[in-house]
């Protein structure tokens, strides 16, 4: 039997395409949807109507944008406590699991998600969070929705969307030591700009995309979207299928090596053409940081800085506005920028590798600066816990809290000071983001504990060397 | 919602690079319920400085009437909060144009019958200096895919699906609803061809 070789993309897309229309909008059978507390907009909508959700069973609900990391008992701000109750009222309502403040499982709900085993290989994912892309990790189709898009999922478990054209970046080589899935993903938007994979669906592959553990691999795909791509994903393979075996929501006996079966077939064929390819080569990159307001404004550690004077029109505007509102100047090198302070969780970068290999940097060392190390979920705290990590942060002088979103986006509060620099293991530098006047440095987890013992924005493999 | 196929009214220019929806709405002001308004929050932190005090120097500010706003690359980038078109709606933008969108803000703004008109850099370059800090009036034309600024006509892209939809008001749960049969024929052959993918209810 020939057939005409097919990419994981078309191959996922194809499997949930309830019908195409006419003008070329396809509807798709989404397989699970995640809600937050920010899906208040689309449960209020969906109220208006009088609708009930459509399949409460495959939806999941999760506390993690206005969760606070410290005293859960007794939330002080009333617009939080009204945020986490409506999501747990709503959920309530309508019959849908949720994991509460309370619930030893609550996390992220792109940590959560594959620690359940929620996230499958072969599954449309779709979560009114930009950052949905991580679980693309498995070799799903996951992508990030608006409001009115989620109150369509709650009440019909499809979606209406246009296909996305294909990208495949390859990885050849390998990285050095100490660069990470972080480093590798700031490289390539840094390349490509924050909008150069724009209306594509990325697959990632080559020798070190294959090499990542699945830590590895969501913290690639998870910042797909900072380059702009509707999704990103890593065909599933033998370290897909270790780490979800056994996990409480994954297939058991006879249906699991029924369902592994399956997935092995959803691999890119031979043969098979992509829009777009892209090659980088691993042994290139370097630990970077990202110096502006942008993702794309990132530099191996070793760089200087651009010079506006160098660069045309909107470009020059661009990076000196960024320069400003970050308080660098033209051609400095980034190494040896004072900091004041660290923060290490996020969906990017809050999973038990990343608190690892931060640990693994701090362990016998004293921070400089002050920060924050909130793990990405209750499990991933639990597990930290039980290897000794957190002794290692707290004896470093750093706090020790618990999971939530944090201070990636601030909505529990936990804020960057104004004109304050921040080294960060999260994934936006917008202006802003971490709070009002802001200044946030991305990098890896292992990048920012470096930050931190030497305060200031350092190379971490000198301080790494020996150590892993 | 209401289709519509021209809108008109005064342009202004916001000549700035990746206002990604962070910017659009500082996530601060999101917990606030729909129908209280977000057109106060509009780029909330360039419009105002740390004391509330509008600056004078932001084009919004001097033209609350603002309808269509034209800006640089990968606008709406980021988040995919919708509160971000919310403001902007609520605010009384109808159309931005500019040489790129973020994947889910576009959407989420033909959801919410806000027009993201692409078109090329130098075209908005053009368009920016010609707009300086001043507000002109200017019409965008969905049926012809054109816009009018004076004597210039100047043609813009738009997902032909996108079109369709701001021009006949469609709303997507209501096209849904007719696919009812459609859907309820896939999810048993869903169920069937990949079980892994079904969840069993709480109990």
Redesign the interface.
């Known amino acids: 039997m020939t057939s005409t070789p097919s990419t994981l993309f078309a191959k996922l897309w194809d499997a949930h395409q309830v019908l195409l229309r006419e003008d070329g909008a396809s509807l798709l059978w989404v397989d699970r949807h995640l809600v937050h507390e920010g899906s208040h907009h689309a449960f209020a909508k969906l109220a208006e109507r009088g609708l009930p959700v459509a399949e409460p069973a495959l939806t999941i609900g999760v506390v993690d944008h206005y969760a606070p990391t410290r005293d859960r008992d007794r939330i002080g701000d009333p617009d939080i406590a009204r945020m986490i109750r409506t999501l747990e009222e709503n959920t309530n309502r309508h019959g849908i699991r949720c994991f509460g403040m309370r619930d030893p499982r609550q996390g992220i709900v792109h940590v959560m998600g594959p620690e359940q085993g929620l996230t499958l290989p072969g599954l449309l994912i779709n979560c009114g969070d930009s950052h949905t892309s991580t679980h693309g990790a498995f070799g799903a189709l996951a992508f990030g929705i608006g409001a009115t898009e989620v109150a369509h999922v709650l009440a019909t478990q499809t979606i209406w969307q246009k296909r996305p054209r294909t990208m495949r970046i390859t990885v050849t080589g390998q990285l050095g030591p100490s660069v990470t899935a972080k480093d590798l993903a700031l490289s390539w938007i840094a390349q490509l700009g924050a909008d150069g994979a724009r209306g594509h669906a990325i697959e990632y592959a080559g020798p070190v995309v294959e090499g990542l553990t699945m830590e590895g691999r969501m913290t690639l795909c998870n910042l797909s979207i900072e380059g702009g791509a509707r999704c990103g994903m890593v065909a599933p393979d033998d370290v897909t299928f270790a780490y979800i075996k056994g996990r409480p929501f994954a297939p058991h006996g006879a249906e699991w090596d029924r369902a592994v079966q399956d997935w092995r077939t959803l691999a890119t064929d031979d043969g098979a053409t992509f829009d777009r390819e892209v090659s980088l080569d691993g042994a290139t990159i370097a630990p970077t940081v990202t110096w502006g307001t942008s993702p794309e404004e990132a530099l191996p550690i070793t760089a200087n800085l651009p010079d506006p004077a160098q660069l045309q029109g909107a470009r020059a505007d661009q990076a000196r506005a960024a320069m400003d509102y970050m308080g660098l100047t033209p051609g400095q090198k980034i190494d040896g920028t004072p900091i004041d302070q660290v923060f290490i969780g996020s969906c990017t970068n809050g999973r038990i590798e990343d608190l690892r290999l931060a640990a693994a940097v701090l362990s016998g060392r004293r921070a400089k600066v002050p920060g924050l190390v909130s793990p990405g979920s209750a499990l991933v705290k639990a597990q930290a816990e039980q290897e000794g990590l957190d002794r290692i942060f707290t004896e470093a002088g750093l706090e020790w809290v618990a999971s939530g979103c944090s201070m990636c986006v601030g909505m529990n509060g936990d804020l960057v000071a104004p004109g304050n620099r921040c080294a960060s293991s999260t994934n936006r530098n917008f202006k802003g983001r971490q709070g009002r006047g802001a200044r946030t440095h991305l990098m890896s987890p292992a990048m920012v504990a470096a930050a931190a013992v030497t305060g200031t924005i350092t190379d971490v493999r000198p301080l790494l060397a020996g150590r892993v | 919602m209401a289709g519509f196929s021209i809108i008109q009214g005064p342009a202004v220019a916001l000549?700035?690079?990746?206002i990604?929806t962070?910017?659009l709405i500082?996530?601060?002001f999101?917990?606030v319920?729909?129908k209280d308004g977000y057109g106060p929050y509009l780029l909330h932190?360039l419009r105002f400085d740390?004391g509330g005090t509008p600056r004078p120097e932001m084009p919004l500010n001097r033209h609350a009437q603002a309808r269509i706003l034209v800006t640089?690359?990968?606008f709406g980038?980021?988040?995919?909060?919708?509160?971000a078109?919310y403001a902007l709606v609520d605010f009384g933008i109808k159309a931005v144009l500019a040489p790129?969108?973020?994947?889910?803000?576009a959407?989420?703004a033909v959801?919410?019958g806000l027009l993201p008109a692409r078109l090329p850099?130098d075209r908005i370059?053009a368009m920016i200096a010609r707009l300086g800090d001043k507000a002109e009036e200017m019409t965008v034309d969905l049926t012809d895919g054109v816009i009018r600024i004076g004597n210039e006509v100047i043609p813009f892209d738009l997902?032909?699906?996108w079109r369709?939809k701001l021009i006949n008001g469609w709303d997507?749960?209501d096209?849904?609803a007719s696919?009812g049969p459609?859907?309820a024929a896939?999810?048993a052959a869903?169920a069937k061809?990949?079980?892994?993918?079904?969840?069993?209810?709480?109990t």
């Open positions: 000549p700035q690079d990746n990604d962070d910017q500082p996530a601060r999101m917990s319920p729909r932190d740390a640089r690359r990968n980038s980021g988040s995919s909060r919708e509160a078109v790129s969108f973020g994947d889910i803000f959407s989420n959801n919410n850099e370059e997902d032909p699906i369709l997507d749960i096209m849904t696919h459609a859907i896939f999810r869903r061809a990949a079980p892994y993918a079904m969840l069993d209810g709480m």
